[in-house]
Every structure is written in structure tokens, then in C-alpha cells.
């Protein structure tokens, strides 16, 4: 499974993020999708996911995730934001399988929130 994700780049302050991530390849009905980020100097972690028949996951409640398996998309939508939003943002696909999980990134897109 390959990952590209669009959208990012620059935001104001108290805007809002787009981020699309589209999947080539079979997608299977235990694949969760979703995004997570890493700030300078920080670690990855979950912003929100989703699973193939739609239930969300949310770590921040300013997003809003959601999927079309058909298309094999995932989009985010985040607003509110503030510079501490600033992050490379990943595109992710988790699946579960006999030898355990295996995760699928995105090469990252970059948002950068000005205040």
C-alpha cells in the first residue's frame, strides 16, 4: 500500500487544515486510516482514525476525519488552530494481520499555523 497525502502549507491562526491522503492498492475491511503528527523536537502521535465501516477516533476534538473506501480516502479536517499546531502531518494505515500490525505511512505534509 503506498499513501499520498495533499493539502497543508500555510494556515492563520484560528483557521482551518485540510489534509487528503489517498491509498493505491487493496484496501481491506480490518484497515483503520487516519493522521498523525510530529512537531520539532517531539514525538509522533495520533491526531484522529478512522475505521473501514467509519467509526472515528478522535485525540484532538477540533478534527474530523473521514473516509471513502471506494475512492480509498482519508481527509482531515482540523480548525481553531494555533502555532502549536505546526507539525508534519502523516498520512497512516494500520492493518491488523496474523504476524501482527503492520503500519503504512505517507511521505508528510507540512502545516504551518502563523499567529
Known amino acids: 500500500v503506498q499513501l499520498q497525502a495533499s493539502g497543508g502549507g500555510w494556515v492563520q491562526a484560528g483557521g482551518t487544515l485540510e489534509l487528503s491522503c489517498t491509498a493505491s492498492?487493496?484496501?481491506?475491511?480490518?484497515?483503520?486510516m487516519g493522521w498523525f503528527r510530529q512537531a520539532p523536537g517531539k514525538q509522533r502521535e495520533l491526531v484522529a482514525d478512522i475505521t473501514y465501516r467509519g467509526t472515528p477516533n478522535y485525540k484532538d476534538s477540533r478534527a474530523t476525519i473521514s473516509r471513502d473506501n471506494t475512492k480509498k480516502t482519508v481527509v482531515l479536517q482540523m480548525g481553531s488552530l494555533t502555532p502549536e499546531d505546526t507539525a508534519v502531518y502523516y498520512c497512516n494505515l494500520r492493518r491488523p494481520q496474523v504476524t501482527g500490525i503492520s503500519n503504512y505511512w505517507g511521505q508528510g505534509t507540512q502545516v504551518t499555523v502563523s499567529s
Open positions: 492498492g487493496s484496501i481491506f475491511s480490518n484497515d483503520v
